[in-house]
């Protein structure tokens, strides 16, 4: 980082000129082919899984799989499927009725009913517990669900499109039965593979000029020298666009 801020402030570094996707650059033509893929796939109404390696953009596709959709009035709703444990999961995703557990006060809408007219994106789905992936799979089958506590006849009507990310081998999980087949197939009605970051290295300029811009003051002016470019994507970025950011707000 201190070798980046000491090369950072230089010349321009000439790229070709990026398409921009509500405030996202893609240059590479790996990149640009991937972007015109999510747009088209984007007016279906199919299940999408994302597949790659951590810190690739997949929430970053996800986005514009609900902005370019007839769907991108509505809410697009993130969550991250290992960022709790299972019965708070639960909880989020389904909602739960007024006294259906102790402390239930009120009844309260989970991520399902708040994403109604719109999308979930669904992180990480590879952590999902097993019991959560019959549930998730019901819901992508009969486009319904019932909040916790609930009971036969308040099943409430679902009306959004499902996004899913994974940085695993979901077909090896399938293999060890840590995941379920069928809610593979139902998951990955399209599926979209993101490359690395070293793998579309013409991308690699633009975003780290775009991530410092966001990190400047208004009167404050940095450019990118050669000496730092040719080091920027010269690296291998095991991290990939994640890592380049934090890199780049080091510096």
């Given at each position: 980082?201190?070798?980046?801020?000491?090369?950072?402030?230089?010349?321009?570094?000439?790229?070709?000129?990026?398409?921009?996707?509500?405030?996202f650059i893609f240059v590479d033509p790996l990149s640009r082919k991937?972007?015109?893929?999510?747009e088209r796939v984007a007016q279906a109404e199919v299940s999408v899984?994302?597949?790659?390696?951590?810190?690739?953009?997949?929430?970053?596709?996800?986005?514009?799989?609900?902005?370019?959709?007839?769907?991108?009035?509505?809410?697009?709703?993130?969550?991250?499927?290992?960022?709790?444990?299972?019965?708070?999961?639960?909880?989020?995703?389904?909602?739960?009725?007024?006294?259906?557990?102790?402390?239930?006060?009120?009844?309260?809408?989970?991520?399902?009913?708040?994403?109604?007219?719109?999308?979930?994106?669904?992180?990480?789905?590879?952590?999902?517990?097993?019991h959560l992936q019959a549930k998730l799979l019901r819901v992508l089958?009969?486009?319904?669900?019932?909040?916790?506590?609930?009971?036969?006849?308040?099943?409430?009507?679902?009306?959004?499109?499902?996004?899913?990310?994974?940085?695993?081998?979901?077909?090896?999980?399938?293999?060890?039965?840590?995941?379920?087949?069928?809610?593979?197939?139902?998951?990955?009605?399209?599926?979209?593979?993101?490359?690395?970051?070293?793998?579309?290295?013409?991308?690699?300029?633009?975003?780290?000029?775009?991530?410092?811009?966001?990190?400047?003051?208004?009167?404050?002016?940095?450019?990118?020298?050669?000496?730092?470019?040719?080091?920027?994507?010269?690296?291998?970025?095991?991290?990939?666009?994640?890592?380049?950011?934090?890199?780049?707000?080091?510096?």
């Amino acid at each position: 980082a201190s070798f980046w801020a000491s090369a950072i402030d230089g010349i321009n570094i000439p790229q070709p000129e990026p398409t921009k996707s509500r405030g996202f650059i893609f240059v590479d033509p790996l990149s640009r082919k991937l972007l015109a893929l999510t747009e088209r796939v984007a007016q279906a109404e199919v299940s999408v899984l994302l597949a790659g390696p951590t810190g690739a953009g997949k929430e970053v596709l996800a986005r514009i799989l609900h902005d370019s959709s007839p769907r991108h009035a509505g809410p697009f709703i993130a969550f991250n499927c290992a960022a709790m444990p299972e019965n708070l999961v639960e909880d989020m995703l389904f909602g739960h009725e007024r006294g259906s557990f102790t402390g239930a006060a009120k009844t309260q809408l989970g991520l399902f009913e708040q994403a109604q007219g719109g999308t979930i994106f669904l992180d990480e789905i590879g952590e999902m517990s097993f019991h959560l992936q019959a549930k998730l799979l019901r819901v992508l089958q009969e486009r319904r669900i019932t909040r916790l506590g609930g009971v036969h006849g308040q099943e409430i009507q679902l009306d959004i499109k499902v996004v899913a990310a994974t940085n695993l081998d979901l077909k090896q999980a399938i293999a060890k039965r840590e995941f379920r087949e069928d809610l593979y197939f139902r998951l990955s009605a399209f599926k979209i593979t993101l490359p690395s970051l070293s793998a579309r290295p013409m991308d690699i300029i633009p975003l780290a000029e775009q991530f410092v811009s966001e990190h400047l003051s208004d009167n404050q002016v940095v450019r990118i020298s050669q000496e730092a470019a040719n080091c920027l994507v010269s690296h291998s970025w095991p991290g990939n666009v994640r890592e380049l950011q934090n890199v780049m707000i080091r510096a």
